[in-house]
């Protein structure tokens, strides 16, 4: 069975970056780039935030960089999901896409996916009008009204881009404050083209796949009070959750899912397993966050390979 020094499941920029540094200590690393290679910067248009691009640049086209990148120092990328692994002992087991494999050290980076709302007529019209990515999606509904739910930046953000090829938006909101930094609250607040429903819950989403979405059904979080709100199209926005459920039982995680690492590290719960990225960090979730501890996560992979596996 073939034998990794280094394996790192995911790549967006945590897992690219540990790849970059893996490969650069020539440790010869695999990586796997799982269900959405590139990971959620592939769903996203303009990045602005990341240093050194000073004009912005687009996210599928940034990661076409990381990935060249972790290439150029030898990183064998495998474009597949892990299916399953075996953490118990050193060293690890780690299978996906028709490979078998062993690894002396792996390096999660699974990174994080867009929470839904859950009920069933959500899933229903998934696709035909309801959406969990407006850069992805905002063009199909061209001069439709159409709403944003969700309280935080990621639903300011899609208002936004909305709002500059839907005409009107409505965000929907369960509560009447925005979790929303103030840049970005200030932003949408001062959009005349963005409205907002305050305390509305969404019970059901209206509509047929065939003709999509015609609007909302809501209740008022405080009165109880059921009202429809007719819309052309619905983005989810109400945040993420980790991609941990292949080390559950194997990892420690908090209630939700994110791995439990050592603090000023990226050691988990299991010698030799390091996590980075969204799917370790449940606070600040950036780009350039997570190619910070991809490069922590390598570094701290090199020294425990060549400390003889100890920590």
Known sequence: MEKHQVVIIGSGPAG??????????????????GLQPGGQLTITTDVENY???PKGILGPEMMELFRAQSERFGTQIIDGVVTKVDLTK???????????????????????????????SEKHLSG??????ATCDGFFFR??????VGGGDTAMEEALFLTKMCGKV????????????????????????????????????LGEKQTGVRGVRTKDTQTGQIREIPLGGLFIAIGHEPNTS?????????????LKITPGTTRTSVPGVFAAGDAADPVY??????????????IDAERFLSSGGGH
């Open 16 to 33: 690219y970056t540990a790849a970059i540094y893996a490969a650069r200590a020539n440790l010869k690393p695999v990586l796997f780039s």
């Open 51 to 53: 240093p050194g691009f």
């Open 90 to 120: 050193r060293p690890f087991h780690v299978e996906g896409e028709g490979h078998h494999m062993l690894a002396e050290t792996v390096i999660v980076a699974t990174g994080a996916s867009a929470k839904w709302l859950d009920i069933p």
């Open 128 to 133: 035909h009008g309801v959406s969990a990515c």
């Open 143 to 148: 001069g439709k009204e159409v709403g944003v």
């Open 170 to 205: 409505k965000v929907i909101h369960r509560r009447d404050t925005l979790r929303a930094s103030k840049v970005m609250q200030d932003r949408a607040m001062a959009n005349p083209n963005i409205s907002w429903a305050w305390n509305q819950e969404i019970v059901e989403v």
């Open 246 to 258: 292949l080390f559950k039982g194997q990892l420690a995680m908090d209630e939700v899912g994110y």
């Open 285 to 298: 979730r950036q780009a350039v966050t997570a190619a910070g501890t991809g490069c922590m996560a390598a």
